[in-house]
Every structure is written in C-alpha cells, then in structure tokens.
C-alpha cells in the first residue's frame, strides 16, 4: 500500500449550462486543466476530477478515495461566500462551485486529506475558512500592481517577499523571495483566521502564500495537524526551465511528502 502512487482528487471548474452554446447545449461541464492535471502528475501521482455528488455517490465517498486535494484556478469566488454583495456584476464570481469546493475542503479537514490550493484555490480556501476578499484588487486597493493581464496572461510577473519563518523560506533553501506569475484580480482581505502569511507581494504587499497553522499546534511536526496550504501564484503554469522564476516544485513537493506520510498512518 505504501508504495502505490498517491491519488490526488483534483476540484472541477465549472461550465454551466448555457442553452447558447454551440457543444453540450444546456448541459453543465465539469474539467480539469490541462497544465493543473499534468503538474500534479509530475511527481507520479494519478489524478482524478472530483465530479459533484449525485443520489448515489457522494462527495465524501470520494475523499475517502483520495490522498490529497488539489484546487486549481478558475472562476471568481462569489462575493456572497464571504459575506458581501457584488460591487459589479462581472465580479459575481461562481457561487455553485464555491458551494462544491467548500464541501469538499470541510471533508478534507475533517479526515485529515492534506489540501494545495492555487490562485482561486487560495481564495475559496481564505473564504471557507472565515476570511475576505477584495472583489478588485485596483478598485479596492490604492496604488496596487496590475495582477492580471489578458494581454500577457501567464507571462504577467511580479517578485513576492517571504514571511520571516515561513515554510516557503525553508522549502525554497533558504531564499528571501522570487518572481512568480500572476493571473488574478481578486485576493485576500482578511485574513481567515488560524492561517499564517507566507508571502506577499514585495510592491504593494498583497497576500500571495497562506498557511493553516494555528497558535496551538506544533509547526515542526506536520502530521500533527491538518496541511493546508495555499499560493496565489500558478506554479503549474511557470516554466521549470527558467531559473529566473521561483521553482514550480517546492510546495507540490511539500504537498506530496506530507500526503504520502499521512496515508501510511492512516493505513498501519
């Protein structure tokens, strides 16, 4: 058992039905993507989309299933799921697929599944946890950096700053900070609470890497409490090949060890 590849279940984004459209008319879609998929996979994991529940199969059957969650990017977190109403109509994110996600990191939390999140990954996590959102980052926040661009989309980068202490300055050997990619224009408020920063952006200080490590447990032993672990960069979009951007590996890494030593407990 402790040798078999670990299983991953991957969160879906969401196409909904729409009667206008050309393929699947009126019928929702759920999809993985393909960068996600095969980042996950790098290290041999088999990955699996997590579909929603139906009167048969339920979310938790297929947590039961899984070694670690994986949350990728996507669609705007509603404003509704933090408490708030959308300040414009294009910002009313997807509250059917925050419903979804956060069933799916309670699950997880409860039965101790190690949880990764990126980009939206990060703000569901924040939302379902009891933190906020800034709805646009350049509306809410003054004198911010432009953190999406559909121009350059994933070649949009900027340098983050690491918390002192944090587990990104050990996983990345000891580094300061680094240039990662940037495709969101949402990001934390509030903080939830519980959670640590781990990064954030050097030029206007926005939450770019959060952490759940509560005042009461014991940072140095991971198995001791729930791994739950968020940034808001791509990693799966940035090329392993550029020496000038972070390594796209260190949190996955990470992820994949914690995962690993949790499923042998679990299993002895």
Same mark, same amino acid.
């Given at each position: 058992?402790?040798?078999?590849?670990?299983?991953?279940?991957?969160?879906?984004?969401?196409?909904?039905?729409?009667?206008?459209?050309?393929?699947?008319?009126?019928?929702?879609?759920?999809?993985?993507?393909?960068?996600?998929a095969?980042?996950?996979?790098?290290?041999g994991?088999?990955?699996?989309?997590?579909?929603?529940?139906?009167?048969?199969?339920?979310?938790?059957?297929?947590?039961?299933?899984?070694d670690?969650?994986?949350?990728?990017?996507?669609?705007?977190?509603?404003?509704?799921?933090?408490?708030?109403?959308?300040?414009?109509?294009?910002?009313?994110?997807?509250?059917?697929? &925050? %419903?979804?996600?956060? /069933?799916?990191?309670? @699950?997880?939390?409860?039965?101790?599944?190690? $949880?990764? *999140?990126a980009?939206r990954?990060?703000?569901?996590?924040?939302?379902?946890?009891?933190?906020?959102?800034?709805?646009?980052?350049?509306?809410?926040?003054?004198?911010?950096?432009v953190h999406?661009?559909?121009?350059?989309?994933?070649?949009?980068?900027? &340098? %983050?700053?690491?918390? /002192?202490?944090?587990? @990104?300055?050990?996983?990345?050997?000891g580094? $300061?900070? *680094?240039?990662?990619?940037?495709?969101?224009?949402?990001?934390?408020?509030?903080?939830?609470?519980?959670?640590?920063?781990?990064?954030?952006?050097t030029?206007?200080?926005?939450i770019?890497?959060?952490?759940?490590?509560?005042?009461?447990v014991?940072?140095?032993?991971?198995?001791s409490?729930?791994?739950?672990?968020?940034v808001?960069?791509?990693?799966?979009?940035?090329?392993?090949?550029?020496?000038?951007?972070?390594?796209?590996?260190a949190?996955?890494?990470?992820?994949?060890?914690?995962?690993?030593?949790?499923r042998?407990?679990?299993?002895?």
């Amino acid at each position: 058992m402790s040798d078999r590849p670990l299983r991953l279940g991957i969160s879906a984004c969401f196409f909904h039905a729409d009667s206008e459209r050309a393929i699947f008319k009126g019928k929702t879609l759920l999809y993985v993507e393909e960068s996600m998929a095969h980042w996950a996979m790098t290290r041999g994991s088999f990955v699996f989309l997590i579909p929603t529940s139906n009167q048969t199969v339920s979310l938790a059957s297929y947590i039961d299933e899984i070694d670690g969650l994986v949350l990728q990017g996507g669609s705007d977190v509603a404003p509704e799921s933090y408490g708030e109403t959308p300040l414009k109509p294009e910002w009313k994110g997807d509250r059917i697929r &925050d %419903i979804y996600e956060r /069933e799916l990191i309670k @699950l997880c939390f409860e039965k101790d599944i190690p $949880i990764l *999140g990126a980009c939206r990954g990060q703000q569901i996590i924040n939302a379902a946890f009891g933190g906020t959102m800034y709805q646009d980052i350049n509306t809410q926040v003054e004198g911010t950096l432009v953190h999406r661009s559909w121009d350059i989309y994933d070649q949009n980068f900027h &340098d %983050i700053r690491f918390t /002192e202490g944090s587990l @990104l300055h050990k996983l990345h050997q000891g580094k $300061i900070g *680094g240039t990662v990619n940037s495709v969101h224009h949402q990001s934390i408020k509030d903080l939830a609470p519980g959670f640590r920063v781990e990064a954030v952006s050097t030029e206007d200080d926005i939450i770019e890497a959060i952490r759940y490590l509560p005042e009461d447990v014991d940072a140095s032993d991971p198995l001791s409490f729930p791994y739950v672990y968020a940034v808001q960069w791509h990693p799966e979009f940035q090329d392993p090949t550029d020496h000038n951007l972070l390594s796209p590996y260190a949190e996955l890494d990470d992820f994949l060890a914690v995962a690993k030593a949790k499923r042998n407990r679990r299993n002895q």
